[in-house]
């Protein structure tokens, strides 16, 4: 089984609607973080925790909202769904030292 | 803040061809250092890291990368391409300080094309 996994895969949704991303991860680490990347943009962090009581602001999370459920749970939503919230959204893991663990990824299109 | 730069976001070699992808990054401090690798469709995975120690690192799929303090450069380099090795490269850098040690920054990626 895969130690970071995401739900949905792939998501296409209307202007407005509300979604959440969810993730999940067995790796038993504390710090999670969510991503979106673009094409020519790289990663760009969107929010992240560093324990189960720690919530982060990342570069862009405007229009972002986060919840970390348990230790292995952090869940992604947009509250009100935008064309350019369109990307490919990742959920990492990482210990201390930074090294990060990725889910498959979801692509989320909002038309 | 740590910034990355990724020199080509674009590079392309033949098979059997040396692969050169640049980064550089801003730290003063030495920092940890990361290449990742993102094959079409797929999430990332970590193809080496710099933590401390020897400063020539070597990863997987005969990647290696060198980490050079005075210049502030983690390149990453393998003798022969495959085609296989046809992929997104990011490399990154960890907060080396504070209370958000461990967080990475990235670079915007070079793609790597592989011509047979």
């Known amino acids: 089984d895969a130690d970071v996994t995401q739900t949905p895969r792939n998501r296409i949704t209307k202007t407005g609607k509300r979604i959440m991303l969810e993730c999940s991860q067995t790796k038993g680490h504390d710090r999670m973080y969510w991503y979106r990347q673009d094409p020519g943009l790289g990663l760009r962090l969107i929010y992240y925790s560093f324990d189960v009581k720690d919530i982060n602001k990342g570069e862009i999370s405007d229009g972002y909202s986060v919840s970390r459920q348990a230790q292995a749970k952090f869940s992604l939503s947009l509250e009100s769904a935008i064309p350019n919230q369109t990307a490919l959204y990742f959920c990492?893991?990482?210990?201390?030292?930074?090294?990060?663990?990725f889910g498959p990824g979801t692509r989320l299109t909002v038309l | 803040a740590q910034s990355v730069t990724q020199l080509g976001s674009h590079v392309s070699v033949s098979e059997g061809a040396l692969v050169l992808l640049r980064c550089n990054y801003s730290?003063?401090?030495?920092?940890?250092l990361f290449w990742y690798v993102q094959y079409p469709n797929q999430g990332l995975q970590l193809l080496l890291k710099y933590t401390t120690g020897a400063t020539l690192v070597k990863g997987i799929n005969g990647f290696e990368a060198e980490f050079k303090k005075s210049e502030t450069s983690f390149h990453l380099t393998k003798p022969s391409a495959h085609m296989s090795d046809a992929a997104e490269y990011f490399c990154a850098v960890s907060e080396d300080r504070g209370s958000t040690l461990g967080r990475l920054y990235f670079g915007r990626g070079t793609q790597l094309t592989v011509w047979p």
């Open positions: 990492a893991t990482s210990d201390f030292i930074g090294e990060q663990f």
């Open positions: 730290s003063s401090v030495p920092p940890y």
